[in-house]
C-alpha cells in the first residue's frame, strides 16, 4: 500500500525489486483510477520505475466500470519500445525524459481507453 503524495522509500525499493525480479506492477500514472476524468496531471514514477528495472510497459486502457456492477472494457495494448533510453544511467533520472516518456505511456493509455 502506497500513500499517495508521500516519497515512502521503502515502498520504492520493494517496487522497483518486484520488476527486476520479473513480476508484475500495475501502476496508474494520474495516481488513481478515474484522473483523467478528475483532471489529474500525470505523475512521473511510471516512467522512473520502467527505466531503472528495465521492466517492459504494457498500456491499458479501460473504459467504464466507475460503479461497482457496471461493465468495465479493458483494452491492452502492445508492449512499448523504451530501449532508446536504458542505456545511459543519467537519462533515468533526467526530469525531462521522465516527463517525455510518462507522456509516451499516456498517449497509449488514453487512445486504448477510448
Known amino acids: 500500500y502506497v500513500k499517495r503524495d508521500n516519497k515512502d522509500i ?11 525480479n520479473g513480476e508484475c506492477v500495475a501502476l496508474f500514472p494520474e495516481g488513481t483510477r478515474n484522473g483523467l476524468k478528475k483532471g489529474l496531471k500525470p505523475k512521473t514514477g511510471v516512467a522512473y520505475f520502467a527505466l531503472n528495472s528495465n521492466a517492459t510497459v504494457i498500456p491499458v ?29 543519467e537519462l533515468k533520472k533526467d526530469k525531462e525524459i521522465l516527463v517525455e516518456v510518462t507522456g509516451k505511456i499516456m498517449e497509449n493509455i488514453i487512445e486504448l481507453a477510448k
Request: no cysteine.
Open 61 to 89: 486502457g479501460i473504459k467504464g466500470g466507475e460503479k461497482p456492477f457496471k461493465k468495465a472494457i479493458i483494452t491492452y495494448g502492445k508492449p512499448l519500445d523504451l530501449e532508446q533510453y536504458k542505456g545511459n544511467k
Open 10 to 20: 521503502s515502498a520504492l525499493k520493494t517496487t522497483l525489486k518486484a520488476l527486476k
